[in-house]
T-cell receptor
Framework: AQKITQTQPGMFVQEKEAVTLDCTYDTSDQSYGLFWYKQPSSGEMIFLIYQGSYDEQNATEGRYSLNFQKARKSANLVISASQLGDSAMYFCAMREGKENRDDKIIFGKGTRLHILP | ETGVTQTPRHLVMGMTNKKSLKCEQH?????MYWYKQSAKKPLELMFV???????ENNSVPSRFSPECPNSSHLFLHLHTLQPEDSALYLC??????????????FGPGTRLTVT
């Protein structure tokens, strides 16, 4: 079973509109971390935002916010006031935090976001 | 500006060639990773190093051989590759392996084409 599911392979959004990228995850751990990365056409993976499983408030970083719904195992990325430079591939990822084994980050398949002028 | 650099950025090699990919991190991190990103596939973790020791090898064929001479450098030695090995190879580092909050910082990747 997939650990990270991103159901939107591609999205087209008008510039200046808000965007929500979906991500659901599957884990039995109590302690875990959720991440979003942006990958422009240049290939580099850029870390955007992090949410810990015990964080009570949704994470925010500038125009990025993470809509964390723990009971639904959902960690959607919200981009406010989208810009042309936001066009990229976006990956949701999870790091599970069991102490008796080494952790690794698991990535979803990604969502390609196109911002239209 | 990223603290993780990769060279070369693009590489074209024949199936009988031997080449190496280089990754260097300037962040003082203890863990380094190699990922493979093929078209339309999730990122695939290949190797994990922690304090210069390999801690994970995700069933990667032996034609890929990693080397971590110190905590700042990571190499991926390539030999007798197949066309299906053509992909973007990404290097990443993190402060440590443990704990859910240790995000990974990625390099720009090497775009590899095997002819």
């Amino acid at each position: 079973a997939q650990k990270i599911t991103q159901t939107q392979p591609g999205m087209f959004v008008q510039e200046k509109e808000a965007v929500t990228l979906d991500c659901t995850y599957d884990t039995s751990d109590q302690s875990y971390g959720l991440f979003w990365y942006k990958q422009p056409s240049s290939g580099e993976m850029i870390f955007l935002i992090y949410q810990g499983s015990y964080d009570e408030q949704n994470a925010t970083e500038g125009r990025y916010s993470l809509n964390f719904q723990k009971a639904r195992k959902s960690a959607n990325l919200v981009i406010s006031a989208s810009q042309l430079g936001d066009s990229a591939m976006y990956f949701c990822a999870m790091r599970e935090g069991k102490e008796n084994r080494d952790d690794k980050i698991i990535f979803g398949k990604g969502t390609r976001l196109h911002i239209l002028p | 500006e990223t603290g993780v650099t990769q060279t070369p950025r693009h590489l074209v090699m024949g199936m009988t060639n031997k080449k190496s990919l280089k990754c260097e991190q300037h962040l003082g991190h203890n863990a380094m990773y190699w990922y493979k990103q093929s078209a339309k596939k999730p990122l695939e973790l290949m190797f994990v190093y922690s304090l210069e020791e390999r801690v994970e090898n995700n069933s990667v064929p032996s034609r890929f051989s990693p080397e971590c001479p110190n905590s700042s450098h990571l190499f991926l030695h390539l030999h007798t590759l197949q066309p299906e090995d053509s992909a973007l190879y990404l290097c990443a580092s993190s402060q440590d392996l443990r704990g859910p909050g240790y995000e990974q910082y990625f390099g720009p990747g090497t775009r590899l084409t095997v002819t």
